[in-house]
């Protein structure tokens, strides 16, 4: 049996955010150093720091957030997507053929290639999907979700028509995973958002299992984690 792999960005300090949003922080609201009778600490972040999903209340104030979504929304079979290292925007071309019973997309990236999570500061020139990939991928009817190595799903270059396109069409957006330690192939994937009501985006853990005991990378084999 294949072991689960953690894809989930930890949250920390020195994680990158996006420009204008606040550093993720941890601080004591009691502290037995300093004489309370408990540790508890206080968090401060934005929901769409490190691994988090959004549903289409992020653009539509009348649309849906992933607490309103059931449970196992996003435990489906996913396909991950490794792209050439020298591409920093993913077109319609870099979508591939799936089979159906293939629910999701997790592209890997330039951004794992070039560790960008191991950089505090926000990578301006990362790796995401321009408007004809999310075209493509909408175009799919069994793509229920979809995944990026970095903080956006949306390259630089790209109009807002690649958030909008596809939430609109139901495809659930997975933004801030950790793919260095995966390669390309089918996994199952256990994706959990944190049960916060009314809001747009929530953080979440993400775990995938082989489906095989070999993934095929490059025309050569590799064996699964």
């Not at 069994?142 to 190595?149: C, P, T, V, Y």
């Not at 957006?173 to 793919?179: W, Y």
Request: charged content about 20%; proline content about 6%.
């Amino acid at each position: 049996m294949n072991s689960w792999i953690d894809v989930s960005v930890p949250l920390n300090r020195d994680l990158p955010v996006w420009p204008g949003n606040p550093r993720f922080s941890a601080t004591w609201a009691r502290s037995i150093a300093r004489g309370d009778p408990t540790n508890d600490s206080l968090l401060t972040f934005d929901v769409h720091t490190g691994t988090h999903v959004e549903g289409l209340m992020h653009v539509d104030s009348n649309g849906t957030g992933p607490s309103q979504w059931p449970v196992d929304a996003l435990v489906m079979d996913v396909q991950v997507v490794e792209v050439p290292p020298a591409l920093r925007v993913l077109s319609e071309a870099e979508v591939p053929h799936t089979a159906s019973s293939v629910k999701g997309l997790l592209f890997k990236t330039a951004n794992s290639f070039r560790n960008l999570w191991d950089n505090p500061q926000f990578e301006d020139n990362y790796c995401a999907l321009n408007d004809s990939a999310a075209e493509a991928i909408v175009h799919k009817p069994s793509i229920e979700a979809i995944g990026i190595d970095y903080l956006s799903v949306q390259s630089r270059e790209a109009t807002h028509a690649v958030h909008h396109d596809l939430l609109r069409n139901s495809v659930a957006v997975i933004e801030g995973l950790d793919l260095r330690s995966v390669y390309e192939g089918v996994y199952e994937m256990v994706c959990l958002p944190i049960l916060i009501q009314d809001i747009e985006a929530a953080p979440c853990r993400v775990m995938l299992r082989a489906k095989s005991q070999a993934s095929v990378i490059a025309g050569r084999e590799v064996k699964s984690a």
